[in-house]
């Protein structure tokens, strides 16, 4: 099985700064990644499918990076909105493994 | 656009087994594989399983095989999870997912106490 590492496990930002998150496989997964933003008490929203494509209505502040092992979920300007806890997930391989969660917090 | 709509929520003593249902709606249910997620309280996300509405064909991870079953009725365009000899730790919030994870039910709460 895929083991997937995110870091940090939590992150505390102002406002405007720019926001890094790293997630790592345990083997390679090709672009085979997704990220996901979760509120509480809602479903995962996907932010990031095969490791770089924005999806539809979601802010040009996030993007997504890597492939291989090593993925990055940048915010550019982090804002108010956007506190919540952050997945990566691969979809290579079964069982479809996520990481385990980076919560992010404004300062 | 794609919706949807999973059953309510449930509570079930230990050894109980619980079906949740997802009720798909917005496009051909037999396009997209259908997954299983959960997420304990405070917890991350865990991957259950998987189904293909065409061929019942379905993939389940090694935490839950022979304990969880994978369903569906196309005709109602409905996918099933039943969780069998449920035990506390499998309180949770359990969400089906399709088209690659980008659309997501509610989620439902499956909550084991004796």
């Known amino acids: 099985d895929i083991q997937m590492t995110q870091s940090p496990s939590s992150l505390s930002a102002s406002v405007g700064d720019r926001v890094t998150i790293t997630c790592r496989a345990s083997q390679t997964i090709s672009r085979y990644l997704n990220w996901y933003q979760q509120k509480p008490g809602k479903a995962p929203k996907v932010l990031i499918s095969?490791?770089?494509n924005l999806q539809s209505g979601v802010p040009s502040r996030f993007s997504g990076s890597g492939s291989g092992t090593d993925f990055t979920l940048t915010i550019s300007s982090l804002q108010p909105e956007d506190v919540a806890t952050f997945y990566c997930?691969?979809?290579?391989?079964?069982?479809?493994?996520f990481g385990q969660g980076t919560k992010l917090e404004i300062k | 656009q794609v919706h949807l709509v999973q059953s309510g929520s449930e509570v079930k003593k230990p050894g109980a087994s619980v079906k949740v249902s997802c009720r798909a709606s917005?496009?051909?249910?037999?396009?997209?594989?259908i997954h299983w997620v959960r997420q304990a309280a405070g917890q991350g996300l865990e991957w259950m399983g998987w189904l293909n509405p065409n061929s019942a064909n379905t993939g389940y991870a090694r935490n839950f095989r022979g304990r969880v079953t994978l369903t569906r009725n196309s005709s109602i365009s409905t996918a099933y999870m039943e969780l069998s000899s449920l035990r506390s730790g499998d309180t949770a919030v359990y969400y089906c997912?399709?088209?690659?994870?980008?659309?997501w039910g509610q989620g439902t709460q499956v909550t084991v106490s004796s």
């Open positions: 997912a399709v088209a690659d994870f980008v659309n």
């Open positions: 095969a490791a770089s």
């Open positions: 997930q691969q979809t290579y391989s079964t069982p479809y493994s």
């Open positions: 917005g496009y051909t249910f037999s396009t997209y594989d």
